[in-house]
């Protein structure tokens, strides 16, 4: 197997002007006002350009196209996937003030962010433990609550895409 190519720029985060207010978790959706499937160029327009960004797959090689977004000032990762266009596939939070079904995500015990998974129609629950870390995954939201200890540390959610950028 080759290796992977990665590309990766640290930009100034002075020149970020950073428009999301809502930080909505919809499994299956999106966040706030970012749904799956949002070009990468809308999201730069309405988040600006990130912190720091990263091409995670070389085409050339792999087939593959993915692009890592992080940004700071709202503790959020987007992930960006597809060939002929990149979409929004995924995001990862560690921001205290996003909502799940009107709940604060970062405040729920691990049996309260089941409960509530679970109280929305989704029922494929696995769990895994690594390293010290708790992974709870619900593969029907394609869907990672992350916990250490018994605090939340971070969250991951996303969907299919496919390479022209549609969502499977």
Known sequence: MLPIQRKAVLLSPEN???N???FTIMPLKGYGEIPFGMTLDDAVKLLNMPDFYEE???MEETGNRSIFYEY???QTNIYFEGVTKSVV???ETE??????YGKKVFDLSKEEAVKLMKDNGFKDLEEEEEDGELRVSF??????????????TALSWGVLVDDQGDII
Request: glycine share 6%.
């Open 20 to 22: 999301m207010k809502d």
């Open 72 to 74: 700071d000032s709202i």
């Open 56 to 58: 995670l797959g070389d």
């Open 89 to 91: 596939a995924c995001f």
């Open 16 to 18: 970020n002007r950073l």
């Open 95 to 100: 921001n205290k003030e996003a909502t799940l």
């Open 139 to 152: 593969e029907d939201a394609i869907f990672d609550f992350f916990f250490e200890g018994d605090k939340m």
